[in-house]
């Protein structure tokens, strides 16, 4: 082919997949913000306005320099070592797993306070649905800050407050809340003359930090249960895979599937056969990303057939897959495991939904109508009910029509 037409074909087949109607299940809320709100959320540190020169967006990541008057400023914030973190966010093509989470120390010091929690919700919504994502489950920790006034339960409805505010689309967010008219799969960019709004399911699922005691923990999945009929639906185990003990969570995941939560679990992001051993023994509803199996231990997954949330470009990013052609995606796919598409953290990795259907296109020659089928079969995993569900695929049975000619 040449290049001219090749240039045309990844144009045609990237637009497929963002027209392609998508099921997100891992979406970590910090890790989904936008550049430009992390920079305008700087800016409102008060006497930071010059030093903001310093501040630019080199290839959709963000690069500081920081000047000592910065890391004074956000002093007051938190606690981080700025020498540390700057050549982490200097790193453009990778960074390993450890550098993330000093990132992500230093976006939840910006973004750890009520208004700024409920604008990033918001945004996190309108960014998806652009991309004509429909379902989205969107995780996050509840956090702590005696010095805002947060609690944990305050954090929660901020995050709520955000998924309420969204206008440019009609957010589905109580639980029990679903449409009996079809949604519409018009893609946003063709939405000019549709007078019917576009609409998109929103749930919530809880996330434990690694770094939480038993009785934080305990607190999440309490919080859970209490929130149940405000769009909560599940509870995820996440952070730092080289922080914590399996033991400190197992209290509050015990006491989740006690009470009917629906878990999702990040597994084998590093080798840890104990840890990944006990999960597999626990048997969630879900894992994600599963990089560091050994064996025994994939076929003990393939046989219990847990749904995996499958996360490219964030394994690749941080060495959890030596590349894109040799991600385990395709040893699951072949063995036709189910599994979902996702993002994990689409701020910090750069990345869309459609852009991981796009790469799972190239990488591994998938057609449309496999791709559709992935798109199909995400919604067998969705931890909201079965109107749900049925909502879902009335409505890609009808964009089945318009996409697969
Ligand atoms: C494990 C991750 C993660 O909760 O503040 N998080 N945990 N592995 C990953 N792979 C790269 N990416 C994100 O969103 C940010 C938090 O999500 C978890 C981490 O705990 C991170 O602090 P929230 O909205």
Redesign the pocket.
């Known amino acids: 082919m040449d290049t001219e037409r090749k240039v045309a074909a990844e144009k045609e087949i990237r637009e497929w997949c963002v027209a392609l109607p998508k099921v997100e299940l891992h979406a ?4 989904s913000v936008r550049n430009s709100t992390l920079l305008s959320v700087l800016s409102t540190i008060p006497h930071l306005s010059p030093l903001i020169s310093v501040v630019i967006v080199l290839s959709g990541l963000l690069v500081l320099d920081f000047p000592a008057e910065l890391a004074k400023q956000l002093g007051d914030r938190g606690v981080i070592v700025f020498e540390d973190v700057k050549d982490v966010i200097m790193k453009a093509d990778g960074r390993s ?1 450890p550098e ?2 000093k990132l ?1 120390d230093l976006f ?1 010091m910006l973004t750890t306070d009520h208004d700024t929690v409920t604008r990033i919700a918001k945004e996190v919504v309108e960014d998806f649905a652009a991309e004509n994502v429909v379902y989205l489950e969107i ?3 509840p956090k702590k800050n005696a010095a805002k006034g947060m609690t944990k339960r305050s954090y929660v409805d901020a995050v709520i407050r955000g998924l309420k505010a969204v206008e440019s689309v009609d957010v589905l967010f109580d639980s029990n809340l679903t449409t009996s008219e079809p949604l519409s799969c018009t893609p946003m960019t063709e939405l000019d003359n549709d007078t019917r709004k576009k609409k998109i399911y929103v749930r919530l699922l809880l ?1 434990i ?1 690694r770094r939480e005691t038993t009785s934080a923990a305990l607190d999440t999945v309490n919080l859970a249960m209490e929130m149940k009929d405000q769009g909560v639906i599940g509870i995820d185990l ?4 080289v922080v914590g003990e399996w033991e400190t969570y197992l209290p509050a995941l015990q006491h989740a599937k006690e009470l009917g939560i629906p878990i999702t679990i ?1 597994c084998g ?1 590093v080798p840890n056969r104990k840890e990944i051993q006990a999960v597999l023994d626990f048997c969630p509803q879900r894992l994600g990303h599963v990089c560091c199996l050994n064996d025994d231990e994939w076929k003990q997954l393939k046989s219990l057939k847990i749904p995996i949330e499958i996360c490219l470009t ?1 394994n690749v990013m ?1 060495g959890g897959a030596p590349s894109l052609e040799l991600h385990h995606f395709a040893d699951l796919y072949n063995a036709r495991h189910p599994l979902s598409l996702c993002t ?2 689409s701020g910090l990795f750069s990345t869309s939904l459609s852009n991981e259907y796009y790469l799972v296109a190239a990488t591994f020659g998938l057609s449309k109508s496999e791709l559709f089928q992935l798109a199909q079969d995400a919604v067998h995993f969705v931890f909201a009910d079965d109107d749900v569900k049925s909502s879902l695929r009335r409505m890609l049975k009808i964009a089945e029509k318009r996409l697969m000619p």
Do not use: K, V, W
């Not at 970590?28 to 890790?31: C, K, M, P, Q, R």
């Not at 996440?238 to 895979?241: D, E, H, L, V, Y």
């Open positions: 970590h809320l910090n890790g797993l993330c989470f992500f939840h995780r996050t920790t996330s930090d996440s952070g730092n895979p990040h992001e964030s941080t994990d953290d």
